[in-house]
């Protein structure tokens, strides 16, 4: 099995910007330990601030891996193109976020890609991918 994790805009400074939301380390230092809980499923990573690249990367594996496992960030909120993009795959994506964006700003309960991915979880830390990964694996 085959899973992408991408994740969108500023995400690449987890463990730096607002820790009290998300935490004190970074997704490189959790990555080992996600792929450790899961050695027979092969976990890549791709982290992008334009969302062009996380499209095109989308839509690079798309067709072939067993599942994309999405924290767009702010796209989220405002992307059709992204939405569209997953509409198009053939992979099954779930949308996740670190923080409970029900919680925080109004603007932030509002998703342009839920409707196009097989499930959302948010609020669980970077628990929130294992969840995704293990909503995958069936």
Do not use: W
Not at 84 to 113: G, T
């Amino acid at each position: 099995m085959k899973i992408l994790i991408v994740n969108g805009p500023n995400l690449n400074l987890l463990g730096v910007r607002e820790p009290g939301i998300y935490g004190s380390s970074s997704f490189e230092q959790y990555l080992p330990q996600l792929q450790a809980k899961f050695p027979d499923i092969t976990i890549e990573y791709f982290q992008s601030n334009v969302e062009g690249e996380l499209i095109n990367k989308m839509q690079e594996v798309g067709f072939t891996y067993d599942g994309i496992v999405l924290n767009a960030g702010a796209y989220t909120h405002t992307s059709v193109a992204l939405h569209d993009c997953i509409r198009s795959l053939k992979s099954p994506v779930i949308e996740v976020h670190i923080s409970n964006v029900h919680q925080r700003e109004e603007f932030r309960h509002h998703s342009m890609i839920s409707a196009a991915c097989r499930g959302v979880i948010c609020g669980f830390g970077l628990d929130s991918y294992r969840l995704a990964i293990e909503a995958l694996r069936y």
